[in-house]
């Protein structure tokens, strides 16, 4: 089957129209803070049969209502988008920062997946007619299926928030993104499990032989290609041309991982994802690598396959309240109190638990993602497959402004500029970021009598974990150490140092602060004050033409 001048014609103009309409609609909520991909989604209900197919049921049909070849060729795209899609996601998965961040983000991921897994499975198994399912249709599977969706976290949408909330590179920051990462891991080998029993032994393989080889694949790819991959990509770079050679050693990895884990029973989307995991925990791969390759598939790729969602079904006949408000329910039960009771179990005062439960329940594209490929399993009926869409939407909107609620609850903030001295103030003429964090500690550990060496120690091996470098040319390296009061010491570097920053710009204004280690809130409260005051581009540079410390401290207090 091949496509006619016309099939041609009406898949290209059909593409143009999905992407048009994606990001003008995407572009308009991001004005009212709302993510671009509810757009995308929002996109696809107004062309698709919820309201193009209401009104102008000729266009529906001639126009956005794909049959034979154009119907096999938008499968192709939208399957080729959403491997790509879980390839970007596995790249953000830091498996170091994990391990690093030890018990606690172990119980946070732990409750995260096993509490709402056992709330959803119990709810879908004895009350499977409430959730839109026949008891004798698939039950077990459905059930197995209800708990993972539950179990879900949107990586991207929780980095999104944390970013938002100014508390991306804190220590509840690196707490959620660990406990989110190890979370996606286990509940996508949980879900590829689930496919593999649906697929039953389609794959020409018997169940026990797809996990046997589902085993070896994440064990070899994670702790063999991880290790050869890191080795090989500084040659590589070398011998092709940048960006253009990594971009495709990735995504021939990552297609060939799918197409794996498609062959032995497991859906192509696991394979792209571990693959992901893999080749994002190298250290030669450069944040301007991942930045472009993650560009290019979520505004390219990713718009298609959200769109596609809209087109599929009719959201208003198949919009059922009883179920929806059933699944936003058993996300919001399972999720916060799950993660929520595991920060607390980890040291976690009450407000700062509540603050990552929530921060954990974001479900988002993942989501709609695990409901999509279910529904074309034909595991979940259209009302079950609309309530996840609204389920994802409705947690990742009320994320960032219920852990704003609770972190305002948590212990009274202390003010940065109350802690400025003028005899911590220095301008330096350091050439890199290592020499100038020494110098900063050393200058902080003469002016408190404590130990330099300790000191830098501390402040250096958070640097190494994830460099502090954030916006508008401020890095605030930071370390809690067993002193009894929060210390700031800020450094003026006029020609600038290349901190790794988010915005890719080199750091003029460089904060160290060192807080009691009996407080992890307090220097998560200043870490946010302190990025607070530097929310304009140029506040930083214009420090840098201060002539003494008093005229520095002037600046900063007079900022808002």
């Not at 990001?23 to 919820?50: C, D, H, M, N, S």
């Not at 997946?113 to 839109?132: C, H, K, Q, S, Y």
């Not at 947690?395 to 202390?414: C, D, Q």
């Not at 005899?423 to 500690?441: P, Q």
Request: hydrophobic share 55%.
């Amino acid at each position: 089957m091949s496509l006619s001048e016309h099939d041609i014609v009406l898949f290209l103009s059909s593409v143009a129209v999905m992407l048009f309409f994606s990001r003008a609609i995407g572009e308009f909520l991001k004005k009212f803070k709302q993510p671009i991909v509810l757009g995308e989604i929002l996109a696809g209900i107004i062309l698709g049969p919820t309201i193009f197919g209401v009104l102008f049921p000729g266009i529906m049909n001639n126009f956005l209502s794909y049959t034979g070849a154009v119907n096999i060729a938008f499968q192709g795209i939208t399957l080729l988008a959403v491997v790509m899609l879980l390839l970007v996601s596995g790249l953000e998965v830091d498996l170091s920062l994990v391990t690093r961040q030890g018990k606690v983000a172990s119980l946070i991921s732990l409750m995260g997946v096993l509490f709402p897994f056992a709330v959803g499975f119990g709810v879908a198994w004895f009350f499977p007619n409430e959730l839109g399912i026949s008891a004798k249709e698939n039950h077990l599977i459905f059930a197995l299926f209800v708990g993972t969706a539950l179990s879900i976290t949107a990586l991207p949408v929780v980095a999104r928030t944390l970013m938002d909330l100014n508390i991306f590179k804190t220590e509840i920051g690196f707490l959620i993104i660990a406990s989110a990462m190890l979370n996606d891991l286990v509940g996508w080998i949980i879900f590829s499990v689930i496919l593999a029993m649906m697929k039953g032994n389609s794959s020409g393989l018997e169940f026990s032989s797809t996990m046997l080889m589902l085993g070896v694949f994440i064990v070899v790819t994670l702790f063999f290609v991880r290790r050869v991959f890191n080795y090989i990509l500084p040659k590589f770079e070398k011998i092709t041309t940048y960006p253009g050679g990594i971009l495709n050693l990735i995504l021939v990895l990552g297609f060939a991982g799918a197409a794996f884990s498609e062959w032995i029973g497991v859906h192509a989307i696991f394979g792209a994802f571990i693959v992901g995991i893999a080749i994002g925990d190298s250290a030669h791969l450069k944040e301007e690598t991942r930045e472009i390759i993650q560009q290019f598939v979520t505004n390219i790729f990713a718009p298609l396959f959200f769109v596609s969602i809209g087109l599929r079904v009719n959201f208003i006949q198949n919009f059922d309240l009883g179920i929806v408000l059933i699944f936003i329910a058993l996300a919001f039960v399972g999720k916060v109190v799950g993660c929520g009771l595991g920060a607390y179990w980890g040291g976690m005062n009450k407000e700062d638990s509540l603050a990552i439960g929530f921060g954990m329940n974001s479900r988002g594209a993942m989501e709609i993602v695990l409901g999509t490929l279910a529904f074309q399993a034909g595991l979940i009926q259209e009302k079950v497959f609309v309530a996840l869409v609204i389920m994802a939407l409705v947690t990742s909107l009320s994320s960032a402004p219920a852990m704003g609620y609770f972190l305002k609850r948590s212990k009274k903030k202390l003010n940065f500029k109350d802690l400025l001295r003028k005899d911590l103030i220095l301008f330096s003429d350091a050439d890199t970021k290592e020499v100038l964090i020494k110098e900063l500690c050393d200058f902080a550990a003469s002016k408190n009598k404590l130990n330099k060496e300790k000191v830098y120690e501390e402040v250096w091996k958070r640097e190494q974990q994830f460099s502090t470098g954030l916006a508008n040319h401020l890095a605030i390296p930071h370390a809690r150490l067993k002193i009894q009061s929060p210390l700031v010491v800020t450094a003026i570097s006029r020609g600038g140092l290349d901190f790794d920053s988010l915005d890719g710009k080199i750091a003029h204004v460089i904060t160290l602060l060192l807080t009691p280690e009996t407080e992890p809130e307090l220097q998560l409260k200043l870490l946010a004050d302190i990025t607070k005051n530097f929310h304009l581009p140029d506040t930083a540079k214009e420090l840098c033409v201060s002539a003494n410390s008093d005229e520095v401290i002037s600046k900063i207090k007079q900022l808002s």
